[in-house]
């Protein structure tokens, strides 16, 4: 018996090696792909978060001090700043929120006391805040991120009769 021996060519060898690199490449490119958008994706909504977070923050401080007369705008060392006025166990204080050197900060304070926006307690950062009051009882604020993108908040107390 007699048995036939194949001969062999270089496209046997070449062949699957170039479809293995082709198949290498094309995954390579798609990893390269989908991290590119997931890293853009997370830094938008990284940024996006950032603002929503400091708007929210300051929503909810005003509801926490909307009574008469307790919220304000106030014109400190160049800084508007939101105030709310509060009398705890007797003694009148003032809570203000800013932004100060990149930073959302608040500051607690005894009224009476000279106000320093440097003492405030960090609370994240943002590039600037913007606080004015459109309308009596009705305040727009205006938060801008590390990226320069700006998301606004229109709030206004509830309290008034």
Not at 8 to 35: K, T
Not at 51 to 79: C, H, M, P, W
Not at 124 to 151: K, N, P, R
């Amino acid at each position: 018996m007699r048995f036939q021996s194949r001969s062999r060519h270089v496209i046997d060898v070449v062949f699957p090696i170039a479809l293995l690199f082709v198949f290498a490449v094309s995954a390579l490119s798609i990893l390269i792909l989908g991290a590119n958008i997931y890293a853009s994706t997370n830094g938008r909504l990284r940024v996006n978060d950032e603002n929503r977070t400091a708007l929210s923050y300051i929503a909810e401080k005003i509801r926490q001090n909307d009574k008469e007369g307790g919220i304000a705008v106030a014109f400190i060392d160049g800084t508007n700043c939101l105030a709310m006025s509060a009398v705890y166990n007797e003694v009148p204080c003032t809570t203000y929120i800013y932004e100060y050197e990149g930073m959302l900060k608040e500051l607690f304070i005894n009224d009476g006391i000279p106000v320093t926006l440097k003492n405030g307690k960090d609370i994240m950062e943002l590039s600037s805040l913007s606080v004015e009051q459109l309308e009596e009882h009705i305040y727009l604020f205006t938060a801008t991120d590390s990226e320069g993108i700006s998301t606004t908040l229109i709030a206004s107390e509830r309290s008034v009769p």
